[in-house]
């Protein structure tokens, strides 16, 4: 009985080992994300107030959820945000499969190009916005001094006063940021992309466009898809630099849901009314990761990946 004993604690050791293990991570993960989210849902159910404390257990139901949904301000920042979203991604991904395409055809020094090419996104977005910030001023900018010097034009452009001009400034600067990311994971799919069906378009005739159209963009779209779904999260999220280039001006026009959400929060102290906003834009965010990841499903199963 004894080694039948000694042999189930042994066997009972090893395989709690790994769970004892990941216990501390674990906590931490308890600790660090699962609360907050907990307390941040309870607040979104209360009038809490930032100035005043006692405001916290004051609950007020569904009501800053229900004032969200007649508050123009919001969905104006919600559906600038979703158009916001959808034009980085697209120009992202034009752009990163343009540098895919031209660094998968370099045979000399492609290491040393492909390291380059990961600089912009080595930078935090807070010195991402400082430095677009420093480019686009009207007064002292890199940009306009050097328009005026070429005699392009006479006058200073007024790139983050101007509405439009200043989401097209904000634009640039998340495009100039992260279109790295779609340029290594399209790269890697190159990498990996088979050799045969490329050969066999060649001896059936086709072009270089028809080979791309149907060979070598569809092998590449779910990598692409891959890529969209880690940006639409990235960019539903972006703060940092339009709170550093703009602050969500000129009179609110640069305004995306957490600019909002963080002077509804900090600026006016309401911070149950920007909980309930916050936990909106989370359904924003899951409803496009859904529809990458429902693309990328399709996708492979087109290229025979997944039935």
């Given at each position: 009985?004894?080694?039948?004993?000694?042999?189930?604690?042994?066997?009972?050791?090893?395989?709690?080992?790994?769970?004892?293990?990941?216990?501390?991570?674990?906590?931490?993960?308890?600790?660090?994300?699962?609360?907050?989210?907990?307390?941040?849902?309870?607040?979104?159910?209360?009038?809490?107030?930032?100035?005043?404390p006692?405001?916290?257990?004051?609950?007020?139901?569904?009501?800053?959820?229900?004032?969200?949904?007649?508050?123009?301000?919001?969905?104006?920042?919600?559906?600038?945000?979703?158009?916001?979203?959808?034009?980085?991604?697209?120009?992202?991904?034009?752009?990163g499969?343009?540098?895919?395409?031209?660094?998968?055809?370099?045979?000399?020094?492609?290491?040393?190009?492909?390291?380059?090419?990961?600089?912009?996104?080595?930078?935090?977005?807070?010195?991402?916005?400082f430095?677009?910030?420093f480019?686009?001023?009207?007064?002292?900018?890199?940009?306009?001094?050097?328009?005026?010097?070429?005699?392009?034009?006479?006058?200073?452009?007024?790139?983050?006063?101007?509405?439009?001009?200043?989401?097209?400034?904000?634009?640039?600067?998340?495009?100039?940021?992260?279109?790295?990311?779609?340029?290594?994971?399209?790269?890697?799919?190159?990498?990996?992309?088979?050799?045969?069906?490329?050969?066999?378009?060649?001896?059936d005739g086709?072009?270089?466009?028809?080979?791309?159209?149907?060979?070598?963009?569809?092998?590449?779209?779910?990598?692409?898809?891959?890529?969209?779904?880690?940006?639409?999260?990235?960019?539903?999220?972006?703060?940092?630099?339009?709170?550093?280039?703009?602050?969500?001006?000129?009179?609110?026009?640069t305004?995306?849901?957490?600019?909002?959400?963080?002077?509804?929060?900090?600026?006016?102290?309401?911070?149950?009314?920007?909980?309930?906003?916050?936990?909106?834009?989370?359904?924003?965010?899951?409803?496009?990761?859904?529809?990458?990841?429902?693309?990328?499903?399709?996708?492979?199963?087109?290229?025979?990946?997944?039935?």
């Open positions: 009985m004894s080694v039948l004993t000694n042999i189930k604690r042994k066997m009972f050791s090893e395989q709690a080992t790994p769970y004892v293990l990941l216990l501390p991570a674990v906590i931490m993960i308890l600790i660090v994300v699962l609360f907050p989210l907990i307390f941040s849902l309870y607040t979104s159910f209360t009038g809490y107030k930032l100035t005043r006692d405001t916290l257990f004051k609950i007020v139901g569904f009501r800053n959820y229900v004032r969200i949904f007649s508050d123009w301000d919001f969905w104006v920042a919600f559906f600038r945000t979703v158009g916001f979203l959808a034009v980085v991604i697209n120009l992202e991904f034009l752009l499969l343009g540098i895919a395409l031209l660094i998968n055809k370099v045979t000399w020094g492609q290491r040393t190009m492909r390291t380059i090419m990961m600089f912009p996104m080595m930078f935090s977005p807070i010195l991402v916005g430095q677009f910030k480019i686009f001023n009207d007064n002292v900018g890199i940009l306009n001094n050097a328009l005026q010097a070429l005699g392009i034009t006479d006058a200073a452009i007024p790139w983050l006063v101007d509405g439009w001009l200043a989401m097209g400034a904000i634009a640039f600067a998340e495009i100039w940021m992260s279109t790295s990311i779609f340029a290594i994971l399209l790269l890697a799919g190159l990498f990996a992309m088979p050799k045969d069906p490329l050969e066999a378009a060649q001896v086709c072009n270089a466009w028809q080979t791309f159209r149907h060979i070598t963009l569809p092998f590449l779209m779910p990598f692409a898809y891959i890529a969209m779904t880690i940006r639409s999260l990235d960019v539903a999220r972006a703060y940092d630099v339009v709170d550093t280039m703009t602050g969500g001006g000129p009179a609110g026009r305004e995306l849901l957490w600019t909002l959400i963080a002077r509804t929060g900090y600026d006016s102290a309401n911070m149950g009314m920007a909980n309930a906003m916050a936990y909106v834009s989370i359904i924003l965010s899951i409803a496009f990761t859904y529809y990458f990841f429902s693309k990328l499903v399709a996708a492979r199963r087109y290229m025979g990946g997944a039935q």
